[in-house]
């Protein structure tokens, strides 16, 4: 092991609590039902957050009411002034976000019993039955499959900081475990979602209002703006999971992707965008490998990179079965339909991307930072 730098005692090792960040739940809400006694701030940063996440979903049940026909223009004062007030309060864009519909919309049955999808339920729901929870669940389980990755990820940080090689293989080991979890879990979408339900109503509800040709203009938050503002709807690049692993194996994408990922970064709680943040400015881990000519670590951060790589490929799978197909066979059911919001979004993900190309695109550059003897 290499003797300390002459700054290590200054640098300061990096901690999930320093970021609002749980052990347990990742970045989940812990437990957003559960009452915290003798602890105002937690209680009112937990009430605001289950606010942000009723108002937004009341509004996106407004602007999205007509269903296949065309949208609402203008949110009115008695939904925009408050969301717009609670959303300044959290540091978040006032409209439905994947920390809204996701991490602080579940809850357990039962907290005795283990955290599964039988086992919990949502607190807020909106148009999609039993997909709709089978969809925002699995989304949570894979938030929670996340957990020993984001650990292992801060383990690995402090590992480079404190020169610790045998600490730095075990975090890249348990790193790589997480992810393909991640991907097992993932595949639980095909038991709980039916595509056609999610192609027609799900999707719609979770639509923006930029990068989305059924609402080119934006939406009036009466009250707030008399010129149309412009957000976009909850998507998984919201989710800071991959955003931190991207930053610790120091993926880097196409000019194109990564401005939208960090336009995406926005639309997260402040805290988890520090995070990121936090090791984007921390010693670079590809770097530290190539320097320490340290064939085990070198394995190691490869086989993390292609099992994210992976992880991204069967995302695809899913969103070409649970959009592109489901397309296609809604264009077969209806085709002298008029157009509206599920025509006009044919090809775009909630986010806004043309999403198949964008994902393609995330998936071959995180393939492109593999290691070879060559580098």
């Known amino acids: 092991m290499e003797p300390p730098s002459q700054n290590m005692k200054t640098t300061p090792l990096l901690s999930l609590g320093r970021f609002h960040i749980s052990e347990d739940y990742g970045f989940l809400l812990p437990n957003p039902l559960m009452p915290l006694l003798n602890c105002q701030f937690l209680q009112s940063y937990r009430e605001q957050r289950l606010a942000h996440l009723v108002l937004s979903l009341m509004t996106m049940g407004y602007v999205w009411q007509r269903g296949e026909t065309q949208p609402q223009k203008v949110l009115p004062r008695n939904l925009a002034l408050p969301l717009v007030e609670v959303s300044r309060n959290l540091g978040l864009p006032p409209i439905l976000v994947h920390s809204d519909l996701v991490l602080t919309n579940w809850t357990p049955r039962n ?72 991907t097992r879990t993932l595949g639980q979408m095909h038991d709980y979602v039916d595509p056609d339900i999610f192609y027609a109503v799900i999707r719609i509800f979770l639509s923006g209002w930029k990068d989305n040709p059924a609402m080119p203009v934006g939406l009036i938050y009466e009250g707030v703006s008399t010129a149309p503002l412009q957000y976009s709807g909850g998507s998984a690049a919201q989710s800071t999971v991959l955003h931190a692993f991207d930053e610790f194996l120091g993926i880097r994408h196409s000019k194109e992707s990564a401005d939208f990922l960090h336009r995406m970064r926005e639309y997260m709680p402040p805290s988890h965008k520090a995070f990121i943040e936090e090791i984007h400015s921390s010693p670079s881990l590809r770097d530290h490998i190539l320097s320490s000519a340290n064939g085990q670590l070198q394995t190691a951060y490869n086989q993390c990179v292609e099992a994210l790589a992976d992880l991204r490929s069967y995302h695809i799978a899913v969103v070409t079965k649970y959009l592109i197909t489901a397309a296609t066979k809604a264009k077969g059911r209806r085709p002298n339909c008029l157009p509206g919001p599920s025509q006009a979004l044919e090809e775009r993900g909630t986010g806004g991307t043309v999403v198949l190309s964008f994902l393609k695109s995330v998936r071959d550059k995180t393939l492109e930072a593999v290691l070879h003897q060559s580098d």
Request: charged share 15%; no cysteine.
């Open 111 to 182: 907290p005795e019993r283990p955290m599964e999808i039988g086992n919990l339920d949502i607190i807020v729901s909106f148009p999609g039955g039993d997909s709709l929870r089978g969809f925002i669940l699995v989304t949570v389980l894979v938030e929670k499959a996340a957990v020993p990755g984001i650990k292992a990820l801060v383990q690995g940080v402090n590992a480079i900081l404190q020169h610790s090689q045998n600490s730095l293989l075990q975090a890249l080991q348990q790193l790589r475990l997480s992810i393909q979890d991640i």
